[in-house]
Every structure is written in C-alpha cells, then in structure tokens.
C-alpha cells in the first residue's frame, strides 16, 4: 500500500450531520496532512466528538464523504476497512477499555487480534507500551475497575499505540489528568511523533496541550468550520467565538 | 545462502527479509532487511522462525540490520525475543532505529505474573462459595429489613411516598407483561385440557375436567407461571437496571444527594411487583380457563354454560385467593431478590451478566421453594 507523501491521511467533505431534529454539522470539509498535529476545538455540544466518530467510521453521516488514507471509508470493501482500522488508533473520552479484561490483556488484545506475533513477543510489545504510557509492569494485572482515572488514560492510550498506528485520535487526552501527568503527555505525543511519524487528530478543550502540540487547528462553531490554520493565524480571525476562545490563551499565557 | 519469505517480492507491499550469509572467514552473518513492521511480518513469522533460531543458536554470528528500511515496535519485538533479550555482540544497527532497540533494553522483564495455583484451592472456593451464600442470605435480610424500615418512614411522612415511581414500575411490570401472560396462560389453559381430557374420556368422569382446571389453574399454574415469566422479563430488567446505575455512579450520586437508594428505588419496585403480580395471576388464570373451557368444548362437548356454572360450584373460592396471595409474595421475592443482585454489581460488564443471570435463577428458584411452602401449609384448605 503506497501512499502518496503529499495526499492527505483525512479528508472530510461536505459533510452533514444530524440527530433528529438538531443539525449538527453543515458541509463540514477539513484536511489532515501526514505527519501533523491537528486539533478540533469548539464550545460544549458543537459536535466536536460526533465529527471524531464520523472520521473513525462509527456514525455515518448524513451527507458528505470521508477519505482516510485516501479510501473512502464508508463505500470500501470489509478488507479495505479492516486494513484501514489497522493503521489508526483512537484513544476514547472515557477509555473505552474492555472492563472484563486486565491491562495486559487490554494492550495485547489488538495484537492478538492480528494473529501475526507469537504470544512472548506480544508480552514483550505490550509490556514496552506500558512503559512507554508511565504504567508500572505491577499495573498490568489490574482490572480497569481498579485503575484511577489518569491510570486508565494511559492504558488506553497505549492500547491505542499497540499497532503502531500512523494516525492517532485523541479524544480528550489530558482532560481529567493533573498538570503534571497532563505536561508529560505532551512529551510523550511529542516523542512518539518524532519516532513514529505520527498524525494526530485531537479533541482537547486544555489550552496548554493545545497550545504545546498542535501544528493547526481546526474551530467548530455554528455547525461549521469557521477557522483552520496555526494558532497564531486563528487568534487573527474575526469571529465571536474564536476571540472569546482565544482571549482567554493569551490571559493563560501571561 | 538462504532466504526466508516467498519467493516472488510485490513491489509496494511491505515484507519482512532475512538472509543468512557466511562471511569470508566462515562465520554467520544474518542480513534484517525489508519492512519489519506488523504489517511486513504479517504471515512471514512462521516462516521467519527456523532461521531467526538457527542466528540466535550461535553467538558468534554478525547481525546486520543496515538495510532495514522500516523498523517499528513489533518488529523490534521480535528481534529482541530472537536475541534472548540481550543485544548481540556484532550488531549494526542504523542510528534512527538503536532508539527503539534500547527502549526493550531498558525493559523490567515479565509481567507479574499470577500466583501458582494452591493446592488447597477447592476447600478454599469451597470456604468462598459459603461465605457468599450466607453473604446472599444476610444481605437480603438486611435489604428487607430496610425496607420495612423504610415503610416505617414513609407511615409517618406518607408526602415522600414515591407515587410516580411506584406507578412507572407498576405500569412497566404489570401493564406491559399482559399480552406474553394471556398468549401462555391461554396456551397452557388448552394444553393442560386436552391432555386430561384424554385420561378422563377413558373413565367416563368427563365432567370433572371443570374441578381438575379450576384447581389445578387457580391455585397452582396461574401463579407459578405468571411468577416465572414476571422473574424472567422484569427481574432481569430491574437487576440490570440497578446493576447499569453502579456501573454509570448513578447510584453514588443518589447517595451524595442523601437520597436513600432503598427508599427511592427499591421500595418502589418492591411494591409496584406485590400489586401488579396477583393483578397479573387473575389475568393468566382468566385466560387459562378460557383456553381449558375452548379444549373441553372441542374434545368432550362440555359447553362454556356448563363450564361456567359448575366452576363455582366445585371449586371452593378459598382456592382464588390462595393463588391471589402467592402472586403478592412472589411478586415480593422477586422484586427483592432482582433488586438484592442488582445493588451487588460490581462496575464491569462480566459482573452485570453474571449478576443479572444469579438473580433470575435465584428469583424462580425462590419462587419454586416459597410455593412447596404455600402447598404444604395450605394443604387443608379449599380441597375438601
């Protein structure tokens, strides 16, 4: 599977959403290039995550098409599909991670699921990812139950790294994190985009990682896309929710 | 000179290489080249085995990894397993991919692993599983015992009775398990008829197909059925129910509001099953009998006149209300064993499956048990 460097990894057009009689989205078109970090910001309720699950392929939108690395996701074959979801990882608001099996079996169960590595890699592969997140090798018996929230933020992103993704959703990454775990995040998306090559499409309402990491970004507001691009040409725009939003960075910064 | 992977390379698509050479002063070079990546070993690992383990059986042999072109966790996994977890002394490794290889270096080991097993472990599930059942038993008392309590409070302060709650449970419970109860009371109703009908023809007692259904209907499968497919259908609802609040902390935020769960959630479904079963046990029996008296029509030409007449005349009243009072405890039990189960969930969805199935198990086989009560301590009555 050769990939043009230059094609974008994602690409949304004139997509539509809505849920009964709420309109969510309006002919929304957004373009993620290879290898950067953009991020979705928007107020409460501006369906920042209903646009997430339309990219990842869990809501079909009304109207509108969705290319991820260069497929159209909801008009390709079950084969296509499934290569596809191979090469992305979504780290969910909430975790998502299976309740009924342990953090070993949580990172490993995307790898299993492969069939390709025999079982002593796959300890070895996963007990790197939990080093990788800052999970202590003790954690990985653990149930998700017996994790603190910042805990399952990791166990979840490293089962989002299992495959070694190339594209990376984050929903929410460092909300409900302290600073301190918040900021070592920020190094480790960092770090593993150096090393990996990564895309990262992220939904983040904390202005430091906002801040810190993203290369574009992209604002919902009024059901559309009203602003994308850098930080500093997004704080330009004239638009009443981008300068409410953006006020408040720079009272962050000084 | 071997070469591991197919033999035909598809340019485009990623695949892992390795070759194994003898250099000049005959000893073993392994060549990495290709993509090793999940995606280039996918189907390669199989045959990649044998001679990553003939390389590794020899210490003295060179790696060579300069020519990987794409070098990603799992594949240096896979490296790293073949070396025995140790870095090879002749190594040469490209600068960008040494990152990777020295993060598995600086790894702790295993996982912990869990603990072997105990011989003594069937007398220890044993001590377990007793411990549980009188945990079972103890906490249903307890949950009674609250909620007699709890109806203590609401008698002096009959403003916090729960009205709306108590008639969504009613309405949920009782109004929508009508269509399920008639279409089996009435099928059981002819099922039972035509079978005796059958004995009795022989006997020339036709007539007393009416004292056999009245009886056997009334005080028996009236009850006994509508309580099982109420446990069934309702039961599991409320355990899953309660058992959805652990896992969403509905139940903790109840009870940061101070609101007691028992009063509000509980009491309510308790109370609204004690109305709507014997409710329910009438409607079954109704369509029992209407279903028996069709089958005796058919079969013996026993009229619905003279069905209707006899029915009171040799079937003792005592009977209906006997099958009225087990719908009201049943409809009891099973309320507060759904609700027992419900309220012991623990926050994963194994135990919300595993909870929902012991309280429907538990409420018919409670209900079964409560019903040899009733048979043996209402023996003399309504029989004559």
């Not at chain 1, 107020?43 to 260069?70: D, E, M, W």
């Not at chain 1, 290369?215 to 691009?229: F, H, P, S």
């Not at chain 2, 189960?341 to 499956?353: A, K, N, Q, Y």
């Amino acid at each position: 599977m050769s990939t043009n460097g230059s094609a974008p990894v994602v690409e949304v057009q004139g997509l539509s959403t809505r849920f009964g009689d709420r309109v969510v989205h309006r002919e929304i078109d957004l373009v993620v290039r290879r290898g950067e970090v953009l991020s979705i910001v928007g107020a409460s309720g501006s369906g920042k995550t209903a646009l997430l699950r339309q990219v990842i392929g869990l809501h079909r939108p009304q109207a509108g098409t969705v290319h991820v690395f260069g497929h159209d996701l909801y008009r390709s074959g079950a084969r296509t599909q499934r290569e596809i979801r191979s090469r992305w990882g979504v780290l969910f608001q909430g975790g998502a991670l299976f309740s009924a099996l342990d953090v070993f079996a949580n990172v490993a169960f995307p790898l299993r699921e492969q069939r390709t590595l025999p079982p002593d890699v796959v300890t070895d592969l996963v007990m790197l990812k939990l080093s990788l997140v800052g999970l202590h090798p003790a954690d990985a018996t653990k149930k998700p139950a017996e994790l603190s929230g910042g805990m399952v933020k990791r166990a979840a992103l490293a089962r989002a790294l299992a495959l070694d993704p190339e594209l990376l959703f984050l929903d929410e990454p460092t909300a409900g994190l302290d600073p301190v775990s918040a900021e070592a995040f920020q190094d480790l998306i960092r770090t593993l985009r150096r090393e990996l090559d990564l895309t990262v499409v992220m939904i983040t309402h904390d202005l430091e990682t906002l801040a810190a990491l993203s290369d574009r970004l992209c604002v919902l507001a009024d059901q559309r896309v009203v602003a994308v691009g850098p930080l500093d040409e997004i704080a330009r725009v004239d638009h009443p929710f981008v300068q409410e939003y953006f006020a408040r960075i720079e009272k962050q910064a000084q | 000179m071997r070469t591991a992977g197919p033999k035909a390379i598809t340019w485009g698509v990623p695949i892992a290489f390795l070759r194994t050479e003898t250099t000049l002063d005959g000893g073993r070079r392994m060549v990495v080249s290709g993509a090793w990546t999940l995606d280039g070993l996918r189907g390669q690992t199989r045959s990649l085995r044998a001679p990553l383990a003939a390389g590794a059986g020899d210490p003295a042999a060179t790696w060579d990894l300069a020519s990987v072109e794409a070098l990603d966790a799992a594949g240096a996994a896979l490296l790293w397993r073949t070396w025995r977890r140790r870095r090879p002394e002749r190594l040469h490794v490209r600068p960008e991919h040494e990152a990777l290889l020295g993060r598995f270096a600086g790894l702790s080991g295993e996982p912990p692993q869990p603990a072997p097993p105990d011989p003594l472990e069937p007398i220890a599930a044993l001590g377990r599983g007793s411990l549980e059942a009188v945990g079972h038993v103890t906490g249903l008392v307890e949950l009674l015992g609250q909620l007699v309590l709890d109806v203590g409070f609401l008698i002096r302060h009959p403003g916090r009775i729960p009205w709306r709650e108590w008639s969504a449970n009613l309405y949920r419970t009782g109004a929508t398990a009508l269509p399920i109860t008639a279409l089996v009371g009435f099928l059981i109703g002819i099922v039972v008829s035509y079978l005796s009908a059958q004995q009795l023809q022989t006997f020339g007692a036709n007539v007393f197909i009416v004292d056999l259904l009245g009886i056997s209907i009334l005080r028996e499968l009236g009850p006994l059925l509508s309580a099982i497919l109420v446990a069934g259908r309702s039961g599991s609802a409320m355990t899953a129910q309660l058992g959805v609040m652990r896992v969403t902390q509905e139940l903790d935020a109840l009870s940061a509001f101070g609101v007691s769960r028992t009063l509000r959630l509980v009491l309510p479904k308790v109370l609204a099953l004690s109305v709507a079963l014997p409710l329910l046990v009438l409607w079954t029996d109704a369509l029992a009998l209407a279903g028996g008296m069709l089958a005796a029509d058919l079969e013996l030409g026993i009229g619905s006149t003279v069905f209707l007449r006899r029915l009171p005349e040799v079937v003792p009243i005592a009977n209906l209300w006997i099958g009225l009072g087990k719908g009201v405890v049943f409809g009891l039990l099973i309320a507060v064993v759904a609700c027992h189960f419900g309220l012991r969930i623990r926050p994963d969805t194994e135990s919300l499956g595993a909870g929902t199935t012991s309280s429907v198990v538990t409420a018919i086989t409670v209900v079964i048990v409560a019903d040899a009560v009733f048979a043996v301590a209402f023996s003399g009555v309504g029989l004559r």
